[in-house]
């Protein structure tokens, strides 16, 4: 079936630097893919909405110059944590849709900490 | 007011057991409803979709009352294995594939 993949699954990085994580849709193309936040015992929160070739759609609350996403193609979307804090230390999960079936499937998340 | 209310749990029951979950969302206008899997940090998977004339699927019965606002989870039977966090999940209208998800209820199915 179709895949959703994340790279890196987990990530340890200082404060002040910047994060970059990759989510691939592997065999289908997805001009629309989602990114989530959770953080332990609470709800998956929508950040941004990807589109292929446009801006993100963020989230009230979610800033976009610290959240930069970019949907260069239509298997692939990048979330970049800039200047990362520990309070950014979180599990980010990207997901992605094939069109016209409404069926969502998510990557495998990223946990991102900051020390 | 949350968008898509759940009870946070934990539901503790013996194997065997019957569990009931309830949700609640906000959006009278929104159009699709899940009940989503997730175990301890993993991403979560679809276990089922909720349809308004209700749906089971093997020992998983979702309802749907649109009146209400309402979607529940019934589990029969329940295994150690079932335990994990059932995300009850909203599309809102308009919303294709955005999904907006309840914080989840904790199972717990001990022997």
């Known amino acids: 079936g179709a895949v959703v993949s994340q790279h890196p699954s987990w990530v340890i990085c200082k404060s002040g630097t910047s994060v970059k994580i990759e989510c691939r849709s592997l065999d289908f193309q997805a001009t629309t893919m989602f990114w989530y936040r959770q953080f332990p015992k609470q709800s998956l929160m929508l950040m941004a909405t990807s589109n292929e070739g446009s801006k993100a759609t963020y989230e009230q609350g979610v800033e976009k110059d610290k959240f930069l996403i970019n949907h260069a193609s239509l298997t692939l979307s990048t979330l970049t944590v800039t200047s990362a804090h520990p309070e950014d230390s979180s599990f980010y999960i990207c997901?992605?849709?094939?069109?016209?079936?409404?069926?969502?499937?998510f990557g495998e998340g990223s946990r991102l900490t900051v020390l | 007011r949350k968008e898509v209310e759940q009870d946070p749990g934990p539901f503790n029951v013996p194997e065997g057991a019957t569990v009931a979950f309830n949700c609640t969302y906000s959006n009278s206008a929104s159009q699709s409803f899940f009940w989503y899997r997730q175990d301890c940090r993993k991403e979560p998977k679809l276990l089922m979709s909720?349809?308004?004339s209700g749906n089971e699927d093997g020992r998983f019965t979702a309802q749907l009352n649109r009146a209400s606002q309402y979607i529940s989870l019934l589990i029969r039977d329940s295994k150690l294995s079932d335990s994990a966090t059932y995300l009850c999940v909203v599309i809102p209208a308009g919303g294709y594939n955005k999904l907006i998800f309840g914080a989840g209820t904790r199972l717990a199915v001990h022997p």
């Open positions: 997901s992605a849709g094939m069109e016209g079936t409404g069926e969502l499937f």
């Open positions: 909720v349809y308004s």
